[in-house]
């Protein structure tokens, strides 16, 4: 009776689907925590086959949300495009002038 409830179970039950997770949309391709307070940056990349709006995204650091803010290049970050999320901007892009997107925001550090 056993043998034929398992074979039931196993011939009846829901086939479960295995679940295949999606790639990210943006992900964090560097950090510059090595820098000096005020100089530090994050890199992002949009691995996406989209344009993607930063324009209400945060950044969070220990539970307190940091706006980001258009500075250089806008806030929208083409398929496979890099941007730099930067701690002080206007110091990051003085150091490093040939970049063409900087998004501005503010934290405590990156604690290297």
């Avoid at 730099?84 to 150091?95: C, M, Q, R, Y």
């Amino acid at each position: 009776m056993i043998f034929i409830l398992v074979l039931y179970y196993i011939f009846h039950s829901p086939v479960v689907q295995p679940v295949v997770a999606e790639s990210p949309s943006i992900i964090i391709s560097e950090i510059g925590a090595f820098e000096s307070e005020g100089y530090e940056w994050i890199e992002i990349y949009n691995n996406s086959s989209d344009t993607i709006d930063l324009t209400e995204w945060s950044f969070f650091e220990n539970d307190t949300a940091h706006g980001l803010n258009e500075h250089t290049g806008g806030m929208v970050i083409e398929s496979g495009a890099y941007a730099i999320i930067a701690d002080n901007a206007d110091l990051v892009l003085s150091k490093y002038p040939a970049l063409s997107q900087i998004i501005d925001s503010a934290w405590g550090s990156l604690k290297e």
